[in-house]
């Protein structure tokens, strides 16, 4: 639910008062000029939050933002979210003015649990709108002691100010060709290494084209369906995923 009309939105807070929730801004922090990681503090003692599950935030009367917590403590009544503030849309507009003490309501996570459980070797494919969801997704693979590798692809200065975000991730210039250059990291990779991977679970996320092209070089190089997940956060010329 991207966009509706104020009083929609008013009526649904209402009817659905059990499933939102009032947050405060705990801290923020500019990891780069686009990327902001903000903490909230609330109280939502009953929720099992999933990683892969997305919050949705109404940043104005009529327009509504999901996104995807990078932590999450339902005891200490915590969460982090990392925001690519990507344009001048209401979304980007209101998480960059967003101040410690500032006071929100959040629809609480809702979705189903992404991480495959079983797998010993996963592996990240997106771009900057990405970087909470694999943070969730990284920790969740280094408790269980398995392992990860994958490729972000960003703009000339991402890759240069998005370094030391803790992921250990290749990162690739994005192109007109949308995953032009993350198909060619991916053809360079070890055999060695390959052998490995092939068999693990890959997640694909972010622009919409860039996921489609990525995904048929997988399927290309024998990658089953089931073993490739897939979520669009975004298109171009489209508002609002």
């Known amino acids: 639910m991207p966009t509706a009309p104020k009083f929609i939105g008013d009526f649904l807070e209402f009817a659905f008062s059990n499933r939102i929730c009032k947050v405060s801004v705990v ?29 949705i935030i109404r940043v104005d009367n009529r327009n509504y933002r999901n996104y995807t917590p990078s932590k999450w403590d339902s ?17 980007s507009h209101f998480i960059n003015n967003l101040q410690t003490g500032d006071q929100l ?49 960003m703009d000339d200065i991402s890759i240069q100010e998005l370094k030391n975000t803790g992921l250990m991730l290749d990162m690739v210039p994005k192109s007109i060709n949308k995953a032009e250059y993350a198909i060619d990291s991916l053809r360079n990779l070890d055999v060695k290494i390959w052998d490995l991977w092939k068999n693990g679970y890959f997640y694909l ?12 070089a997988l399927k290309e190089k024998g990658i089953q369906s089931n073993n490739i997940y897939t979520q669009p956060f975004w298109a171009d010329g489209k508002v609002g995923l």
């Open 27 to 55: 801290s923020t922090e500019m990891i780069s000029k686009k990327v902001k990681a903000i903490i909230f503090k609330g109280t939502f003692p009953n929720v099992k939050f999933k990683i892969g599950q997305a919050i």
């Open 75 to 91: 005891e200490l009544g915590t969460f982090e979210v990392i925001f690519h503030i990507h344009g001048n849309g209401p979304g």
């Open 105 to 153: 309501t959040i629809g609480l996570p809702r979705g189903f649990n992404i991480y495959k459980q079983e797998a010993k070797h996963h592996f990240f494919f997106g771009d900057e709108t990405c970087i909470s969801v694999f943070k969730s997704l990284k920790d969740k693979v280094n408790g269980d002691e398995n392992n990860y590798l994958g490729i972000l692809e």
């Open 205 to 216: 996320m972010g622009n919409a084209k860039s996921i489609q092209t990525f995904r048929k």
